[in-house]
């Protein structure tokens, strides 16, 4: 026996991870034991003898119920590359248009505006899309989209406000060629151009906005300022705040605000953007992440104390969600980090089929089909997030239509490294997709490798976050009571 599984422990429990069963079961410490031998030595059959009476009923039911399978993967290759011609053609359900290149902030994290000679990603510039690529970018869209009676369209910069012309353009056209089809706008910008003009436009086309704003003055106007070194944030505050209103019933739906936070400010600090009764008020929703340092040359350097704050209050956040803590407030960003993982705990109590013997890991999407990218050129990219600069994520444009042999080559970026992707653990709940496996100059073995390393760490934490959860009532609920 051979399993393919993995094993980890809690200070207080033993766990196995199924690969081919998606789930995770509490074992006994000799149980483990035998099981970690069984990956060494697969013809382990002489240890069985050693098992206690009720080690080896735990394992007969085990191998009963179908776990520890030693099924796996025998070729890459993901189960769209067979219909991608007609996924591409037919279904896709958004297109983001890059309307400038252009941007009147430099943002401390933002790899658009800190780097030097296009060495990560492109510079920031004053191109702009025209507008006959902007319509026949729509033109596509319009038989790229057949079989979708629900699609998306939207604006990306830069700051998309610096073109905001070409944006009402679009707009009417697509409301024009577009008839029977729900089209939904949307937009992130800085929140810097929004005049009463075009906050009447967004709200009468009932766009979706996202307005970046990272904390309180002090901590937004050191991350993202204007070109003369000054703050944005009063603007932004501004602007977020007519919107609501113009918006108004509509405002919690359609409106976000997009937190990056820097490790390297003072977390405690950032919290201080809840002084404002509004971002309390749930006119507006939160999303937050965690600024990256992959496409910037110089590293962002996290502050000694950002972590120790960060985790305490994110531990502090899921006691609360768990139930361990009551009569306790907890600021929304940590709530929004704990919502997030608890939210990748739901998988492990459901019924999974064996892997196929043909089949890919879970970070590639159909390149193009949730958001196909177009630039301000008239370049086809999977999604915004790719490094532009690569030729390897570019996969058709507006005149040409698509290119399938890239996109396919995109959507089976785990054949480039398929040996290591047929033994991963971490297979179904893979991350890495090509704009994780790019170095700049293409797809790169070595930097997809080391996206592996951090795609594993990410996903251990979130098999101890799943021994958490069994055990809140099992052992810490109790040692609580007692």
Known sequence: MNPYIHLFRSPNRCYVYDVNKDSVLTVSDSLYAYLEACKDVPDNTDSIEEL??????????????????????????????SDLDFQLHNRINEMVLQVTQACNLVCSYCPFANKTDDAYQRNHSSKRMTWETAKKSIDLFVDYSAEMEEVGIGFYGGEPFLNFGL??????????????KKITYS????????????????????????????????????????????????????????????????????????????????????????????????????????????????PLESRDDFFEKFNYNRFVSMMKLLGVLKDIEIDPISEQFILLLLDKTTWDDKETPLLGSVSAPAGPCIPGQRKLFVNADGIF????????????????????????????????????????????????????????????????????????IKVKSKFNNTLRLIALKKEIDTVYKRNLIL
Not at 167 to 180: E, F, K
Not at 388 to 393: A, N, P
């Open 167 to 180: 944006i009402r353009q679009v707009v009417t056209y697509a409301d024009q060629v577009m008839v029977g």
């Open 52 to 81: 206690g009476h009720e080690d080896r009923e735990a394992l007969r039911s085990m191998l009963e119920a179908g776990y520890l399978s030693d099924h796996r993967v025998e070729r890459i290759e993901h189960f769209h590359s």
């Open 187 to 298: 937009l992130t910008t800085n929140g810097t151009m929004l005049t009463d003009e075009i906050i009447a436009f967004l709200a009468e086309h009932n766009f979706k906005m996202m307005v970046s704003i990272d904390g309180p003055a002090s901590i937004h106007d050191i991350n993202r300022r204007k070109a003369d070194g000054s703050g944005s944030y009063h603007q932004a505050v501004s602007s977020l705040k007519k919107l609501s209103a113009a918006f108004g019933e509509r405002s919690y739906e359609r409106l976000m605000i997009n937190t990056v936070v820097n490790p390297e400010t003072d977390f405690d600090e950032v919290l201080h953007l809840f002084d404002d009764p509004f971002f309390l008020a749930k006119k507006v929703r939160i999303a937050v992440t965690l600024a990256s340092d992959d496409k910037l040359e110089k």
């Open 381 to 452: 990219y999977p999604c915004e997030r790719v490094n532009e600069l690569s030729e390897d994520v570019q996969m058709g444009n507006v005149t040409d239509g698509f290119d399938l042999k890239k996109a396919d080559r995109i959507l089976n970026i785990a054949q480039l490294t398929e040996n290591e992707c047929k033994k991963c653990y971490a297979f179904r709940h893979c991350s890495i997709c090509a704009v994780t496996a790019s170095d700049g100059n293409g797809f790169s073995v070595a930097q997809k490798l080391r996206r592996c």
